[in-house]
């Protein structure tokens, strides 16, 4: 074989090269694992140049002639909103098993922010993306799955389950279920504060309690109904601020996210309205905030860690298909029974039999 290299120096894929009387090129191909043809003599004076020079080949670099670099990414609409954390949980459980790394994005439900992340995890190669932050149209997805990235929704679907795979909470059944826990009650005039209507979720939530009012009490109120741009505790507050101030102000109000619910409690608090007393209230989604002592928010599990869960577990599948040269499967849309979590706010005591669909690990 060819000469020797001081040990001192990092050893390069050309050194490997000289000293087994190959290209680079060659070299590459033996360590990148593809599927190219080399002599079965080059590969043992290749295998035989890496055992004597101890060469560490760059992970990054191998991978990428692999066209795989064992990385996923995560789109998220607010890293603030504790959702989104128990979300995040689900995936990394999965992606850690399987031995992939994650990027986590942030949007902050902007739509030019959300293109932006998917864009910058691109140009990182990474192997997949789960999206839990989809205000994107179907063309925009359409394209990033036609670009051969792999694809799932995490708590986000769209109106086609052709595209891509979903994992979501019945959001129908448990904007259904809120609305008519409230009207159970005995309350007549339950009012909705609905979030960003390009998003889902939300919209199914919304609908779910305007056919349920019709249904049980025929078409509510116009004012009944309150929709904000995004889901924050300020803009709960406001929303709140608005049915309060109308001259009859609803007795309940099914709120589409927790987080907006929280920013319902504290207008309630500073205008002394009491809660269930004043305004029954329920949410939906059970962060972690509406089970403390002194809160006891009565909402709809959105089941967030076990979204993340099974769309992570979608996604290495996809992506381990891909590699292994498997046909795509057709896109599933998977979605989780919604559940009611009864506490307080809504004006049931903590020791209530539970309702129908009520899961006790609260």
Known sequence: MGKRFPVERRVTIGDVAELAGVSKATVSK??????????????????????????????????LVRRRTQTVGMVVASIANPVYPELMAGVDEVLGRNDFTVLFGSTEGRPERESDVVR?????????????????????????????????????????????????????????IATEHLLDHGHERVAHIAGPQNVMPFAERRHAWWDTMVERQGQPDADLEVRVTESTVDAGADAAARLLDLGTPPTAVFVSSDRLAVGVLEECSRRGVAVPGGLAVVAFDNIWVGRMPGVRLTTVDSRAREVGRLAAERLVQRITDRWEGRPATAPSLTTLPARLMARATCGCADDRPPPTGYDPAH
């Open 30 to 63: 033996v360590l990148g694992g593809g599927d190219y043809y080399v002599s079965q003599d080059a590969r043992q004076r290749i295998a035989a140049a890496v055992d004597e020079l101890d060469f560490q080949p760059n992970a990054i670099a191998r991978d």
């Open 120 to 176: 910058s995890m691109r140009q990182r190669q990474v192997d997949g993306v789960v999206l839990a932050s989809v205000t994107m149209d179907h063309d925009e997805v359409e394209k990033l799955v036609g670009s051969g990235l792999d694809v799932v929704l995490a708590s986000r679907h769209l109106h086609r389950a052709d595209l891509v795979d979903a994992v979501v909470v019945d959001n129908v059944a448990g904007g259904r």
